[in-house]
């Protein structure tokens, strides 16, 4: 049975730009909960700017306070080298950079140009690597930019192949406003593959305009094994107009189990998650699955193995 992997993100990306305030505790039993449901590997918080993204000034807190002694690795995003040097502090599992591949948002999320960004990670990967700490990579706006529309694949892919010479563990291609389609999926990770061939590659999906899941579809059928996705499809960017959520963990799993494909993760458990968050954050969430349940009901649920 072939093997999708997850990388939540909900801690991180979902709750970025909440509306919603949770406290430190609330986001360490939001990550134990998770932890609890079969998640190996989640953004549990960012060193960025808390003047920037005020909802991440405490990821130093939480992470002080993280229960270390289970199989989850936490991953810290950062964006330069002050958030890097704060993320080895915090003794991160793994550090996501983030590489932008649009110059509008560039300059509005990180103060950046796309080769500003790659060079800034040229800078900081050997601090990184010296730690022992496994570096990732995610090229946001790669499908579109909310200020300069369509992104030019070339740029997705110079970014790529200047980041698999910074020895990068993994390359994640971001979709932070939710433009692509399958078949723009299916074009940058060949493009990418081409660019930088040595790199694991992992996808990130926004669900702003109803085509999350087809991507998921497309990603997996190309052969990537890694998806990013938030429970209870939480999520959004602050400096990018209109972005919404992220592809809900829960509707994802649901889906790559139906078809028959091990993700690891408890599904009942992650949709009793998703329920507990929705009264936490006071609003409701976006998962699929919570309103509509899972079919076949849990009770008697199996795959088809591919």
């Known amino acids: 049975m072939r093997q999708i992997h997850i990388v939540e993100v909900g ?38 700017s808390p003047k920037a993204v005020p909802k991440m000034a405490d990821s130093p807190a939480v992470f002080a306070r993280l229960d270390r002694s289970g199989s989850a690795r936490h991953i810290a995003l950062a964006l330069n080298e002050t958030g890097v040097r704060r993320a080895i502090e915090a ?17 509005r999320n990180q103060g950046m140009s796309p080769q500003e960004s790659a060079d800034m990670l040229v800078r900081c990967a050997p601090l990184v690597h010296e730690a022992g700490i496994p570096l990732s990579a995610t090229i946001s706006v790669a499908f579109g930019d909310p200020y300069d529309g369509d992104v030019d694949i070339g740029v997705v892919g110079n970014l790529a192949a200047q980041a698999q010479r910074t020895g990068i563990a993994e390359l994640a291609l971001g979709d932070t406003i939710g433009a692509a389609t ?68 829960e509707d994802v799993v649901w ?35 919570i309103r509509a349940g899972a079919f076949p009901k849990l009770d008697n649920f199996s795959g088809t193995p591919r």
């Open 182 to 249: 399958p078949w723009d999926v299916r074009r940058r990770i060949d493009r990418v593959r081409m660019e930088a061939p040595d790199v694991s590659l992992r996808m990130h999906f926004h669900d702003t305009r109803g085509a999350g899941l087809a991507n998921v579809f497309a990603a997996v059928e190309a052969g990537i094994d890694v998806i990013d996705a938030s429970c209870g499809g939480i999520g959004g960017c602050p400096f990018a107009p209109g972005a919404t959520g992220n592809v809900a963990t």
């Open 91 to 107: 003794k991160a599992d793994e550090i996501n950079f983030v590489l932008v591949a649009g110059e509008g948002f560039g300059r």
């Open 11 to 48: 801690p991180r990306d979902g709750l970025q730009n909440d509306p919603a305030n949770l406290t430190v505790d609330e986001k360490l039993e939001f990550i134990a909960r998770l932890e609890a449901a079969g998640v190996t590997r989640m953004e549990s918080g960012s060193f960025v």
């Open 255 to 289: 889906m790559l189990h139906r078809a028959g494909f091990d993700t690891g993760i408890d599904l009942a458990r992650m949709i009793d998650t998703a329920r507990w968050l929705e009264r936490v954050l006071g609003h409701s969430i976006s998962s699929s699955i």
